[in-house]
T-cell receptor
Framework: SQQGEEDPQALSIQEGENATMNCSYKTSINNLQWYRQNSGRGLVHLILIRSNEREKHSGRLRVTLDTSKKSSSLLITASRAADTASYFC???????????FGTGTRLTVIP | DAGVIQSPRHEVTEMGQEVTLRCKPISGHDYLFWYRQTMMRGLELLIYFNNNVPIDDSGMPEDRFSAKMPNASFSTLKIQPSEPRDSAVYFCASSYQSGLDYGYTFGSGTRLTVV
């Protein structure tokens, strides 16, 4: 069953703008991860944030985690057309050895 | 490393036929996962292995589905007999230490169409 729910389901922005996607989950987690999927391709791991971390950066990516609200956000700054893809959050639940993926946000960056 | 390698990339088969999907994980990864992706249900975990041993197959939809991992470098997912509702993209992923500290590496997927 799905663990995470992303919001919005779809997002369309102009190149250069920032894109923010949110993820909510239901149970205690070890970590939360974000993945990107280009059309017709497999998922690519972007960033992992542990349950005891609140914010993490990687290049133009910024991830926040609020375990009290069971939510996370992914910010992509200065978006590019190449960022057009679907973005998924995935949670590693406490006591489990596998990831549960959310429903994804479809991001379109207009050149 | 060439990454996780799946074959075939596309498979079209008739209802009732046997289908075998193949996966070669990244060398050194001790976990292997099979996921299915559809528009309606998103990404569903079917089964995963640790050190070649099946750990959780609760996501396998029916007895028609079976998976094996005879060694650390090869896994198969078999559907027999196939049905149109099995049409989906099937992904294999591998990871080191279950993804608790590291992410998963996914293959490019096998797009299965059952007619």
């Amino acid at each position: 069953s799905q663990q995470g729910e992303e919001d919005p389901q779809a997002l369309s922005i102009q190149e250069g703008e920032n894109a923010t996607m949110n993820c909510s989950y239901k149970t205690s987690i070890n970590n939360l991860q974000w993945y990107r999927q280009n059309s017709g391709r497999g998922l690519v791991h972007l960033i992992l944030i542990r349950s005891n971390e609140r914010e993490k950066h990687s290049g133009r990516l910024r991830v926040t985690l609020d375990t009290s609200k069971k939510s996370s956000s992914l910010l992509i700054t200065a978006s590019r057309a190449a960022d057009t893809a679907s973005y998924f959050c995935a949670t590693s639940q406490t006591g489990a050895n596998n990831l549960f993926f959310g429903t994804g946000t479809r991001l379109t960056v207009i050149p | 490393d060439a990454g996780v390698i799946q074959s075939p990339r596309h498979e079209v088969t008739e209802m009732g036929q046997e289908v075998t999907l193949r996966c070669k994980p990244i060398s050194g990864h001790d976990y292997l996962f099979w996921y299915r992706q559809t528009m309606m249900r998103g990404l569903e975990l079917l089964i995963y292995f640790n050190n070649n041993v099946p750990i959780d197959d609760s996501g396998m939809p029916e007895d028609r589905f079976s998976a094996k991992m005879p060694n650390a470098s090869f896994s198969t997912l078999k559907i027999q007999p196939s049905e149109p509702r099995d049409s989906a993209v099937y992904f294999c992923a591998s990871s080191y230490q279950s993804g608790l500290d590291y992410g998963y590496t996914f293959g490019s997927g096998t797009r299965l169409t059952v007619v």
